[in-house]
Nanobody, 119 residues
Framework: QVQLVESGGGLVQPGGSLRLSCAAS????????MGWYRQVLGKERELVAT???????NYAESVKGRFTISSDNAENTVYLQMNSLKPEDTAVYYC?????????????WGQGTQVTVSS
């Protein structure tokens, strides 16, 4: 069973920084892409950033220039460096992985980690 474990969330003041990490484990698989999504209670989950196994990245307009997604393919790990954090960034952040196992392609989600930006 593939598991995604996130870490790095917490409480930070506006303008501060956090780095989230997510490691995929639990079997033999290939990762096609990984990413970060966030969700506020009562609202839809939204894309924050994604990165493919080739290193191609995609960001939500609201985080461009402030967040950086990166990955370590050998370690099946994705990171999200969040700088210049704003209160609007407050949300539960979920790690996502697009994974192939035995020729079957599936998406997996982490449990989520809370990020709160407040003075």
């Amino acid at each position: 069973q593939v598991q995604l474990v996130e870490s790095g969330g917490g409480l930070v003041q506006p303008g501060g920084s956090l780095r989230l990490s997510c490691a995929a484990s639990g079997g033999i698989f290939s990762i096609n892409a990984m990413g970060w999504y966030r969700q506020v209670l009562g609202k839809e989950r939204e894309l924050v950033a994604t990165i493919t196994s080739r290193g191609n990245t995609n960001y939500a307009e609201s985080v461009k220039g402030r967040f950086t997604i990166s990955s370590d393919n050998a370690e099946n790990t994705v990171y999200l460096q969040m700088n210049s954090l704003k209160p609007e960034d407050t949300a539960v952040y979920y790690c996502n992985a697009d994974i192939s196992r035995t020729a079957v392609r599936s998406k997996y989600w982490g449990q989520g980690t809370q990020v709160t930006v407040s003075s």
